[in-house]
């Protein structure tokens, strides 16, 4: 089974240009021209091949408002809005002889409060409103799927798809009529977005606001079901959070508390937001770390789990959700004296914590149960 990915080695990456994809690197075939992924979906992990893109109408699409553009030269970017169709492809090739006529043109393209608000659905693969012209924001992850084709893709341009369950990976439905392999081809058209950045590009207070969204799109995501797209959301807030730290080191460092308080977000000219203290900045990751260990537990990725909450412990000593999941993690992976030690200190934390003492007997039962199967083989060793 593949699993959400550990985070631990981020800060060695933070500099990069690619630090908002959760998916694993590209891979591409030269021979065939195709590109191929594995995405994250509401029931599990699925692989992606996407050929070469067709080229479209060299269009110029203008962001009414502020005079900014995007032409056909450039593809989308972090908070792009994004115009999009996507297609079944299996029939439809008379659909789309008669629909290449009907692209938007540019000067109906929509304004930033118009995009297209839809949730993520349990049963659904590419968590898009299929057929229809409908409006996405590059980098929120709503789906990873027709995300990651167009951050490739320029006006005017359409790639296909096909997606397919990984074998060795969690029990997937697919919602819409599908071939006995559970294979899905389909179409993905781009017909205009607005203008967006690189996630370097992004001021240190438009960081903090991508890393709140993704923080609370991962709780709803969460309480719904979705536990795949919730461990996406927090590692994106996880992996912009990381090139925030020194920043936020230098700031303290130099005592510009100012600093913080004069900046702006330049893009939607809101009130003055204040970028995270020190101590805030280590509470903040420690519970992305805490709320991702929680997301692997149920993703039965016990390794990973443990890993996160390791983490989270060591930035916040005083975290007992932490420690809870920490033991939890040790129980699944039958390490029971580093499990003992998770729950105790949750105890140290919240004493007479019915949850901590009732893991606690767990592991005293668990070690009874062992040590006398290894009596019982001992005895028969030397009877």
């Known amino acids: 089974m593949h699993e959400v990915k550990s985070l631990g080695d981020l800060e060695c990456d933070a500099g990069s240009s690619d630090e908002m994809d959760p998916r694993p690197p590209s891979e591409t075939q030269h021979g065939n021209n195709v590109t191929s992924w594995v995405s994250v979906c509401p029931r599990g992990l699925w692989k992606v091949q996407q050929k070469q893109t067709h080229k479209g109408s060299q269009q110029t699409v203008s962001n009414s408002g502020d005079g900014a553009y995007c032409s056909s030269s450039y593809c989308p970017r972090l908070g792009s809005l994004c115009q999009v169709r996507v297609r079944l492809k299996a029939g439809q090739d008379e659909a789309e002889r008669g629909s290449e006529c009907q692209s938007v043109q540019p000067d109906q393209w929509v304004t930033e409060t118009e995009a297209t608000a839809f949730p993520r659905c349990q049963d659904s693969v590419l968590q898009i409103p299929l057929s229809d ?64 950045k690189e996630s370097w590009e992004l001021s240190p207070v438009e960081k903090c606001q991508w890393v709140k969204s993704h923080k609370d799109r991962g709780g709803v995501r969460f309480r719904s079901g979705d ?66 260990s929680l997301c692997q537990l149920k993703l039965n990725q016990p390794q990973l789990a443990k890993a996160s909450a390791t983490k989270a412990t060591h930035l916040e000593t005083g975290g007992a959700k932490a420690w809870y999941r920490m033991g939890q993690a040790c129980l699944m992976l039958n390490e029971l004296e580093e499990a003992r030690q998770a729950f105790r200190k949750l105890l140290e934390l919240q004493p007479e914590s019915p949850a901590a003492l009732k893991a606690l007997k767990d592991i005293a039962s668990r070690e009874k149960e062992i040590n006398a199967q290894l009596g019982l083989r001992l005895s028969k060793m030397f009877s």
């Open 133 to 196: 012209w409908t409006t996405l924001r590059l980098g929120e992850g709503q789906c990873d799927i027709t995300e990651a084709c167009l951050e490739g893709m320029k006006a005017g341009e359409k790639c296909e798809i096909q997606i397919s369950p990984l074998r060795n990976g969690p029990d997937v439905s697919v919602p819409h009529p599908a071939e006995e392999n559970l294979s899905l081809c389909a179409t993905v058209e781009l017909n205009a977005f607005t203008p967006g």
């Open 227 to 292: 536990v795949w797209g919730a461990a996406d959301s927090y590692s994106r807030a996880l992996k912009l959070l990381i090139t925030l730290h020194w920043h936020v080191k230098d700031v303290e460092k130099k005592g510009l508390e100012q600093e913080a308080e004069e900046q702006r977000d330049t893009n939607t000219g809101d009130k003055i937001q204040q970028l995270p203290s020190a101590n805030e900045f280590k509470t903040l990751k420690a519970e992305l770390y805490s709320n991702m």
